[in-house]
């Protein structure tokens, strides 16, 4: 504003702590930052399972694609795929394939954000729930798997998509997960959004597609634009070895070119790895 010639500028001053809509306790700062540090995705995965057991979610299924196309999430074989749910039934989910039908993966698949199981049974009731999504949900409630939350994660590539189901504790009711996010739901969304980004700087290597620290090198050197005779000179191996390196990494990592091999290595973070 404008005073007697002369200009007053009003400022308004925010404050660090009003810029939460949730201030969090010491503790909870803490358990973020044990997120960030952790160095592997199996110690990621245990510190998160133990927090959200916290909130009575006992059972998690973490699932993420890079190969997402318009008509498939892709090969099961290339998901990052993290649960603390007995075998049998993450095999059944997942490998059986019975994932495709899941109304809550549909879900997932279509919309960013966290979403109530209450969904489940508005869509029973409104009778939009197909014969195979009715399946899924007599075989998820077999396991005592009725209530709960999904959070669907935002991605920028129209071919990469995670998600995860925060199951509740056998006996839980859907109305009492409801009310208990209400009051910290804005706190365990912040949490899976940080230990989903975390999961994509880590290490995964999936079931059969690990590759031996030679194969890794020799793709790391075609990553690094280095030709056959390059990388059999930098490796103290003649071409043909290099060639059997690469053709044994192409086979593990379940492609056809060398390209492709170097390609799934680096979204798999398997390239650049300190052995230490």
């Not at 290490?203 to 590759?211: E, I, R, S």
Request: hydrophobic fraction near 45%; include cysteine; aromatic fraction near 8%.
């Amino acid at each position: 504003m404008q005073k007697a010639g002369v200009l007053v500028y009003t400022y308004l001053i925010v404050r660090p702590e009003d810029q939460y809509a949730f201030p969090m306790t010491p503790l909870q700062n803490a358990a973020l930052l044990d997120l960030t540090h952790a160095g592997s995705i199996e110690e990621l995965w245990d510190l998160h399972c133990r927090r959200m057991a916290s909130f009575g979610f006992d059972r998690l299924l973490y699932g993420f694609t890079r190969f997402r196309t318009a008509t498939s999430l892709g090969d099961p074989n290339d998901f990052i795929i993290l649960s603390n749910i007995d075998s049998d039934y993450v095999s059944q989910f997942i490998h059986n394939g019975l994932y495709r039908h899941a109304p809550m993966v549909r879900w997932a698949v279509d919309n960013d954000g966290a979403a109530s199981w209450t969904v489940l049974q508005m869509m029973m009731d409104s009778g939009t729930v197909t014969e195979p999504e009715k399946r899924i949900l007599e075989f998820n409630a077999k396991h005592q798997i009725t209530a709960g939350f999904s959070i669907s994660f935002r991605s920028l590539s129209d071919r990469a998509k995670g998600a995860i189901a925060l199951i509740a504790e056998p006996g839980m009711a859907q109305r009492d997960v409801d009310a208990m996010w209400d009051t910290s739901g804005e706190l365990i969304q912040l949490m899976n959004n940080i230990v989903h980004l975390k999961i994509l700087t880590l290490p995964y290597t999936p079931p059969n597609q690990a590759l031996t620290k030679r194969q890794r090198e020799a793709l790391e050197w075609v990553g690094g634009g280095k030709t056959m005779q390059d990388i059999a000179t930098i490796m103290g191996l003649t071409t043909a070895t290099v060639e059997k390196h690469l053709r044994l990494a192409r086979v593990a990592l379940n492609v056809d070119t060398t390209a492709q091999a170097v390609l799934k290595a680096a979204l798999q973070n398997q390239m650049f790895v300190s052995d230490g």
